[in-house]
């Protein structure tokens, strides 16, 4: 009982206290989102071409990108969805965190070198090489549109519940307005900045993402005497969960359809990352293929220190705030890394209130710099594969070619704000392994086919392409993430889901595969052994590479 009081009392104390705040909390939050908007316009003035549009001029350095990367990759997923998952599961949210990162080995092994030298601004170059344009574009076009609609999502989700949380809006209304907000300030980042904008935003925030995450790691540490034991212990005790908390199955492996689960979101985690659309564009960013194979690397010292902070942050959460004032305020947790911001500056106080505002401007200028990147991936595929090779059959000029992107980005971003309406109540880390689960059943095998194997054909990549999207889509639709689980559905109230796992992983990427192979056999096309000669040697060695 006592307990209970003292947590209602605390939520109480951070309400008043963020109220009496607000004007500071505001300031500081606007200051972040002018920054960033000046920026774009900075970087805007400066894109004058259709590669300074798609790829910023390939003037970026390895580190420069590797930190762009870093920065697009650590989405709302990684600091809101995550923090809130091991606060809220222990052990089984902390997988989250190995996945995301092991994925980035598949990346920089199988995908970064060949596809830098091989493409010019998107997915559907690779394709195009060897295989009939306009079906394998038009393909590539779909498929890249549809996964980053999906990482959209999660993006939505994680700022309305930032800034709902900053501005003491409890209302949907309010909620659906915010993510509106987020969608418009999408839209003016990539049709001003392109991707020199969105690069430069994405290096900014990163670095304030890394120096938030070190600030709150430490004071976290300094709680506990930097005894993480003692945090652990803590946090086990603080969970009413006591030592499953720390082990795994409190999540995943209560039943056999969750140890499945488990095995479906690790395969798309791990997959996934070397088909997401608006990481494959960011190495044409650089000048040469070693220079994309050395921002992987880099990226990857970057990212791993930051999940390893994930620990910290998700345990302290659940140490020092509790499960039932993090539910409190967002049922899947994805308000934890503020409430444990507010907490640290001290509930009540300016300290603290400033400790919200800065995390939550960070966290918040995280999702804008992931959706500039996203939105840009997806009208440029659209506006290079499907408008210029497909519609206009190549005749398009680079001019009319940007302005059919910029009309992309606008219509991508209406249907962004309209499907993260629906997802606001949703964890952002299950939001995005749903994406993970899309570009590896879609675009993975179809890449890796691309690339690796020379009896692929047309007819091979679209079986792969289209069954891969369809089967990941649906499954996804008819699964308890859409309907049937009335705290965290997207739509509640309703149960038309049949497919019992959250995430389409397990069946939908090994299918993408089969049909790749499968329609390749079965094709009638004589695969182009010259051309496939020509891809080979230009994807490992960069001749001839743009």
Excluded: C
Aim: aromatic fraction near 10%.
């Amino acid at each position: 009982m006592s307990a209970a009081y003292h947590s209602q009392n605390v939520v109480t104390l951070a309400a008043s206290s963020t109220s009496e705040h607000r004007p500071l909390i505001i300031s500081l939050f606007a200051l972040f989102v002018v920054a960033t908007l000046g920026i774009t316009v900075w970087a805007g003035r400066q894109t004058k071409s259709a590669s300074d549009f798609y790829a910023g001029g390939r003037q970026f350095t390895a580190f420069q990108n590797g930190l762009a990367v870093s920065g697009d990759y650590m989405s709302a997923a990684s600091f809101l969805g995550i923090a809130g998952a091991i606060a809220l599961f222990g052990y089984d949210g902390f997988l989250y965190s190995i996945g995301f990162l092991v994925a980035w080995l598949v990346a920089l092994l199988l995908v970064a070198e060949p596809l830098r030298n091989s493409g010019r601004y998107t997915m559907g170059d690779v394709l195009a090489y060897r295989m009939r344009q306009r079906p394998v574009r038009t393909a590539a076009g779909v498929s890249t549109i549809i996964v980053s609609i999906f990482y959209l999502l999660a993006q939505m989700a994680g700022a309305g519940v930032l800034v709902s949380l900053l501005l003491g809006i409890t209302s949907d209304a309010g909620k659906i307005l915010i993510v509106a907000l987020v969608g418009v300030l999408m839209i003016v980042y990539v049709t001003i900045g392109g991707m020199k904008g969105t690069t430069w935003v994405q290096m900014v925030k990163a670095v304030l993402l890394i120096a938030g995450a070190i600030l709150m790691t430490f004071m976290v540490l300094w709680k506990f005497d930097f005894n993480v034991s003692d945090l652990l212990g803590t946090a086990a005790e603080k969970s009413g969960h006591g030592a499953s908390f720390l082990e795994p199955g409190l999540k995943y492996g209560a039943t056999g359809t969750s140890k499945l689960d488990f095995l479906s979101l690790g395969i798309a985690l791990v997959l996934g990352t070397a088909g997401l659309p608006h990481i494959l564009i960011r190495f044409y960013t650089v000048p040469t293929a070693k220079a994309a194979r050395k921002s992987v690397n880099w990226a990857i010292g970057i990212i791993g220190a930051f999940y390893l902070m994930t620990i910290a942050l998700g345990f302290g959460a659940a140490a020092l705030i509790g499960p039932d004032e993090i539910r409190a305020k967002n049922p899947a947790g994805n308000a934890a890394a503020p409430q444990l911001a507010e907490y640290l500056g001290g509930v009540g106080t300016t300290g603290g209130a400033v400790m919200l505002a800065v995390i939550s401007a960070v966290a918040f200028a995280t999702i804008l710099a992931v959706v500039a990147g996203l939105t840009l991936a997806s009208s440029s595929s659209f506006a290079h594969d499907i408008y210029a090779n497909v519609i206009r059959k190549g005749k398009a000029t680079e001019k009319e070619e940007m302005r059919a992107a910029r009309w992309a980005t606008v219509f991508i971003g209406a249907a962004a704000i309209l499907l993260g309406a629906f997802a606001r109540d949703m964890n952002v880390a299950g939001l995005v392994a749903l994406a993970f689960a899309v570009a590896a059943s879609a675009n993975l095998p179809t890449l890796l086919y691309s690339l690796f194997w020379k009896r692929f054909t047309t007819q091979g990549a679209l079986w792969s392409i289209y069954g891969g999207l369809a089967s990941s889509v649906i499954l996804v639709l008819f699964s308890p993430v859409v309907s049937g689980n009335a705290k965290t559905s997207m739509f509640k109230g309703v149960d038309f889901a049949w497919f019992p796992l959250e995430n389409p992983g397990l069946i939908s990427i090994p299918l993408g595969f089969l049909l790749g192979w499968i329609g390749s056999l079965l094709s009638k096309e004589e695969p182009d052994k010259g051309k496939y000669a020509e891809l080979e040697v230009k994807s490992l060695t960069g001749i001839g590479a743009h």
